[in-house]
């Protein structure tokens, strides 16, 4: 944790999609879990911002919406980003908001909701260490303060993956930590990352990922097409021939086994991040057959031409 005195430097916008539309307001910098290895927050250092000055920007930012006043002490980021606000949702930032002191975390929910009444609903990306660390009776609470929406990475249901990207957690407690935010009526959105097993690796690292999704039984699952980062172990271990990346067409058929072996309840799936080499989006299980048909029909063909180019790729 930053000492009193410390500085806290607003960090770069990192969201979902689908939270483009949001106010973003940080409440951390950096990462608790600084250790996976593909990672572009690895050894970063984990910053807490002071209540007061969440509290102040909360404020300002009331006074911009309701009057359209700025104040020469608010920074500019502020009234940029509320300038595209919805006025219905909040993203608390940054990698791991959830890592916020709880006791502080609560009072700066209430004020959100003081401040803002009518917002329907507030998210975050939340590891799996930091959702186990909060009791039942805690998670609650933030459900019943409109933290509804938990953004979380598992990445890889294979244990060997995990441990070798540094993730700090096997997959029996990321399901543990999926059940317990479902107990508590929070909606849990989780990532997925094709190529993380690398060649060697890929087809253990699709069936457990779907086992493990299986039993989580999420109401949303994105997936992600490995991108590595220099300046990452990882990267490294790619560049000192450690780590065999997978092929774009590759990515898509680790996808279809994915889609094809998790079986949900309720889940919308989608592909569509800009990491991927093609894109497919449903809810399952009503639109798997049409999803494993549009997969099986570009891996049939195999034509370059349908991938999305390397320059367009991104985080």
Not at 71 to 95: H, K, T
Not at 125 to 153: H, V
Request: proline share 5%; with cysteine.
């Amino acid at each position: 944790m930053p000492s009193e005195g410390e500085k806290f430097d607003r960090p770069e916008i990192i969201r979902p999609p689908s939270e483009w539309r949001s106010y973003f307001l940080p409440l951390t910098s950096g990462c608790s879990n600084n250790t996976c290895t593909f990672c572009g927050y690895y050894g970063s250092k984990l910053k807490i911002r002071k209540v007061d000055e969440v509290k102040q920007e909360i404020d300002a930012l009331a006074l911009y919406m309701k009057r359209g006043v700025t104040l020469a002490s608010i920074p500019n980021m502020v009234y940029e980003i509320a300038q595209y606000w919805d006025q219905r949702r909040i993203f608390v930032q940054d990698g791991d908001a959830l890592a916020y002191p709880y006791k502080g975390l609560v009072e700066v929910l209430e004020y959100l909701n003081e401040k803002f009444p009518y917002l329907e609903r507030i998210g975050t990306y939340a590891t799996p260490q930091d959702i186990l660390r909060r009791s039942q009776d805690g998670l609650n609470r933030l459900r019943e303060l409109k933290l509804t929406i938990f953004y979380t990475g598992l990445e890889s249901g294979d244990d060997e993956v995990l441990r070798a990207v540094g993730k700090g957690v096997d997959s029996h407690q990321v399901v543990d930590a999926g059940r317990r935010v479902k107990e508590a009526g929070i909606t849990f959105s989780v990532t997925v990352i094709l190529g993380l097993g690398g060649i060697e690796g890929s087809e253990q690292h699709c069936l457990e990922t779907a086992r493990v999704l299986t039993e989580i039984d999420p109401e949303y699952v994105g997936a992600l097409t490995l991108t590595l980062v220099p300046g990452t172990p990882l990267y490294e271990q790619w560049q000192g021939g450690d780590f065999n990346p997978i092929s774009p067409f590759q990515s898509l058929e680790e996808l279809k086994i994915i889609v094809e072996e998790s079986h949900f309840t309720n889940c919308f799936f989608s592909s569509m991040h800009a990491s991927n080499y093609f894109s497919v989006r449903g809810r399952l299980p009503w639109d798997k057959q049409r999803m494993l048909e549009e997969l099986e029909d570009i891996l049939v063909e195999r034509d370059p031409s349908r991938l999305r180019p390397e320059f367009l790729r991104g985080l």
